[in-house]
């Protein structure tokens, strides 16, 4: 027996090369949301390696550094270091801000700025690779970018009042949000997110000099250590911790947690606090967006088996009229249908191969997405050609003789 | 007729053949009481006015319309019986009847000679086996050299040999023609009566034409009139000389 659908489709290749490409980028978007979402769970989980870090501490309560603003004393670390089972234990500063080339306004750029105790090597915050340059190794005014900032090696930026040189890059370096990471020295992050600017600096003191708590008659060093007090810059977001090969990291965050009243997250923890709470709704939108694009891409295939089919209502009466099987029938328009899923899979995933790489975020495409994306366009082409299988079962073959 | 063997159990033979469409106050009775027996390697035409029954004569006799009643015999084989019919028309339609439209009708996305082998195919046979024998009956309607042609690049008459080769690749008892000559100049007309004609004798195949057509039907040696439904046997004038 020959394939009834295998002739029809090269006898009118063009109509269904057509439309198998219309479809193709449908799907290709499709596969691309898919890629967008699993470049939101990779990016998390680089994230959280870049950190180099086994335990995060943060405020009390809090899901920070990521998911909530977290605010410790810059102090606290070393009390942590002399718990049983920690290697390491390293302040870190996380804030969003615009960061911008001196003198180039036009290439400013929303960026992750991470505040770290420059050090060497396996030093918990700092960037684990660099892919040019070097790490930071002064206190002040270095930074380290990542590649997708646009900022170039040796150039100056600006984050609030400073100028930093960029001595290195990175790749790969993205907050949960897919800004791309600026790594600083810590005072001077830290300076950046907790320091007031001068006005603030004396509407406080002025503000602080008129409470009668604190200005008291004939005790004049009171107000001095208020202000002073004041004006310290004691606070980092979190505390990165690398913990002794073997040490078992539930039962340090518990003496953590125990000893030092703060929040402590492990590894495993701190990952699903990024997928549950920043990526969900992300996820939602994009699952939200792939439903919406497959009911349409039914639709689509839905429609022009239909209209093929209409199409070949004589063919179909005459087909019935000599005798071929309702089934034979059914099969071809079965395949016909699958057959064009199948040319829109090929175009799809070939577009959405070409243009990932253009895309602002990280779009990860999973061959295993692909594999299930198949089923769903051989499903979807399936369950659309339905309509059309029962308009054509129930042609009548003496329509073929006519009246 | 020296030529045709009129063996009982040959050919296609109806009697008192009934049908009404619907029911009630709107029932239409298009067929009331039809008799045609046409031997095997005969060819005789069946006329009649518009609303006569014509068209709902040949779907019953092809099958695709159950008649109300009476009784037809297809090739030794009972059809119908006054309410009883063969379970499998669908098969009967395949291996045992074959059609010929006024428009060929071929199907446009095979090429010749598979338009031809589909019915064979259809019924199981091998695609080599079934195309041999489409290949020979071209040959044998001089259309052999269209073989791999689509239908759309034949003239009209080539598409209504190709149609008639369809009709007779499974060897069918009987051939149901629709006004198979419309379309066509007299000459080619008669050109595809001749043709019915030969292969009616050569494979031994009851041939029923109906048509309105004034150039073909003084060739038939009988002719079926019907007439508000029921049919009347006349002689024709014609005989084909081949
Ligand atoms: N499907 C049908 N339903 C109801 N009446 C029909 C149907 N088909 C044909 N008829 C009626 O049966 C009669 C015979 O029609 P038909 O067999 O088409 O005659 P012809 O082909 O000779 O014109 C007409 O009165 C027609 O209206
Ligand atoms: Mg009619």
């Not at chain 2, 034949?154 to 000559?181: F, H, W």
Request: proline share 5%; charged share 20%.
């Amino acid at each position: 027996m020959i394939s009834l659908a295998g002739r029809d489709i090269l006898h009118g290749w063009g109509k269904y090369v057509f439309t198998g490409m219309g479809l193709g980028l449908l799907i290709g978007v499709t596969l691309s949301m898919a890629g967008i979402y699993r470049g939101m769970v990779d990016d998390a989980a680089v994230l959280l390696d870049n950190s180099g870090a086994d335990l995060w501490v943060v405020q009390q309560d809090t899901l920070g550094p990521y998911a909530e603003p977290s605010s410790l004393y810059d102090d606290l670390y070393r009390g942590i270091l002399t718990l049983p089972g920690v290697a390491q234990a390293a302040n870190v500063t996380y804030l969003t801000m615009q960061v911008r080339p001196a003198g180039d306004a036009a290439r400013e750029r929303r960026a992750m700025v991470v505040g770290v105790v420059p050090g060497g090597f396996g030093e918990p915050g700092q960037p684990r690779f660099l892919v040019a340059g070097r790490r930071l190794t002064r206190g002040h005014y270095e930074a380290v970018a990542d590649l997708s900032t646009g900022f170039r090696l040796g150039e100056q930026v600006r984050i609030r009042r400073h100028l930093y040189r960029v001595v290195g890059l990175t790749r790969r370096n993205v907050s949960s949000g897919g800004d791309p990471m600026v790594f600083i020295p810590l005072k001077d992050a830290q300076e950046a997110q907790f320091l007031k600017d001068n006005d603030a600096i004396i509407q406080q003191r002025h503000r602080t000099a008129v409470n009668p708590l604190f200005n008291r008659p004939g005790q004049p060093e009171v107000l001095e250590a208020v202000l002073a007090a004041q004006t310290q810059s004691t606070s980092v977001n979190a505390v990165l911790v690398r913990l002794d090969a073997g040490a078992d990291p539930d039962r340090v965050a518990a003496d953590i947690r125990r000893w030092k009243r703060l929040g402590v997250y492990t590894r495993a923890e701190m990952n699903e606090i990024l997928q549950a709470k920043l990526i969900a709704t992300s996820a939602r939108q994009i699952f939200m967006f792939l439903v919406i694009l497959s009911l349409v891409s039914a639709a689509i295939v839905a429609f022009i088996i239909y209209t093929l089919t209409l199409g070949k209502i004589r063919e179909i009466a005459i087909l019935k009229l000599i005798g071929t099987r309702n089934r034979t029938i059914a099969a071809m328009i079965l395949q016909q249908a699958i057959g064009l899923g199948l040319i829109g899979f090929v175009v799809g995933k070939t577009a959405a191969t070409f243009w990932a790489p253009v895309f602002p975020k990280y779009v990860l495409l999973l061959p295993s997405d692909a594999a299930r994306g198949l089923l769903v366009v051989v499903l979807i082409c399936a369950l659309a050609s339905l309509f059309a299988i029962r308009t054509a079962l129930r042609v009548d073959p003496a329509e073929a003789i006519g009246g | 007729m020296a030529d045709v063997e009129s063996t009982p159990g040959e050919g296609i033979h109806i009697e008192g053949l009934r049908k009404r469409y619907g029911r009630g106050e709107t029932a239409v009775d298009a067929l009331k009481g039809a008799d045609i027996a046409v031997a095997a390697g005969e060819v005789v035409g069946l006329v009649g006015p518009s609303g006569s029954g014509k068209s709902t004569l040949l779907k019953c006799l092809g099958a695709v319309t159950e008649p109300s009643g009476g009784r037809m015999t297809l090739g030794g084989r009972v059809i119908y019986d006054e309410g009883w019919r063969i379970p499998d028309l669908r098969a009967l339609r395949r291996d045992r009847i074959g059609f010929v439209f006024q428009a060929p009708h071929l199907i446009p996305f095979l090429n010749v000679t598979d338009n031809v082998a589909l019915l064979p195919m259809l019924a199981g046979h091998a695609n080599a086996d079934a195309r041999a024998r489409a290949r020979e009956l071209l040959e044998a309607l001089d259309v052999g050299h269209r073989a791999q042609a689509m239908p759309s690049q034949l003239s009209g008459g080539e598409q209504q040999r190709v149609a008639i080769a369809r009709a007779l690749v499974s060897r069918p008892p009987v051939i149901l023609a629709d006004e198979p000559t419309a379309p066509l100049d007299s000459e080619r007309a008669l050109g595809v009566i001749g043709i019915l004609n030969r292969m009616a004798r050569e494979y031994r195949t009851a041939v029923i034409v109906v048509t309105h057509d004034e150039k073909i039907i003084p060739t038939f040696e009988r002719i079926y009139h019907i007439r508000d439904g029921r049919t009347h046997e006349e002689l024709g004038e014609g005989r084909m000389s081949t």
